[in-house]
């Protein structure tokens, strides 16, 4: 069986495919990076290819040619912290990455898709769960299961998970800028310290 994970690069999908990796023992699994052109696009796409390549799994970069006209024609918006400079953040969408992923994964002749939502996505978007329902039903009809593994598990679990089965959780990215450092400031980066000081996980939270 043929399997496509969702690999941004965050934490998330990293503990998302060593889960499948290790903890599952998954075989025939794939990773896929969709490519939008914003800003974080070249940090993301190195923690994702480093991800894979440490569990030995095939990952390829697709370009989503749109994304960038939009970048193009409306620039990303600026984030305002106090004390710190304006920073240009990327506006990556899942709920579009999702029917993205599972149309190529139909033409891949690929039949699951894992996407690592977390409980906490849920709480933070009310809408989310009908609108995963919806894009459910239409990977269904063209013969393509979605799957969601970590749907259950907070940001707190899910670090405390990648810990215990090992993930680089270092490597990753979360963070909506681009600069050499995460910002810290932004909601990505602000979930992350606050998971990991929760979890107590022994390892950079960035």
């Known amino acids: 069986m043929k399997r496509l994970v969702m690999l941004s ?49 095939a990952i390829y970069r697709n370009r989503v040619p749109h994304f960038e006209l939009g970048d193009r024609l409306f620039s990303p918006p600026e984030l305002a912290f106090p004390g710190r400079e304006s920073i240009q953040a990327g506006w990556t969408d899942p709920c579009t990455m999702t029917p993205i992923t599972g149309s190529l994964a139909a033409k891949m002749g690929v039949e ?21 329902a919806l894009v459910k039903k239409f990977l269904e009809f063209n ?18 998970l990648g810990h215990e089965l090992g993930v680089p959780l270092e490597e990753t990215w979360s963070c909506v800028a681009s600069g050499e450092a995460p910002c810290g400031a932004c909601n990505p980066c602000i979930a992350r310290e606050e998971a990991f000081a929760l979890a107590d996980a ?3 939270a960035r």
């Open 143 to 160: 013969q393509v299961q979605l799957k969601m593994p970590l749907s259950g598990l907070t940001k707190q679990e899910v670090v405390a």
């Open 112 to 132: 699951e898709v894992y996407l690592g939502v977390i409980k906490d996505d849920f709480a933070s978007h009310p809408r989310l769960e009908a609108y995963l």
């Open 9 to 57: 690069g965050g934490l998330d999908s990293s503990v998302l495919l060593y889960k499948l990796k290790k903890q599952d023992g998954l075989e025939g699994l794939a990773a896929v990076y969709l490519d939008l052109g914003t800003p974080p696009t070249q940090k993301e796409w190195r923690a994702a290819e480093k991800v894979a390549s440490r569990l030995g799994v």
């Open 202 to 204: 022994k390892a950079l």
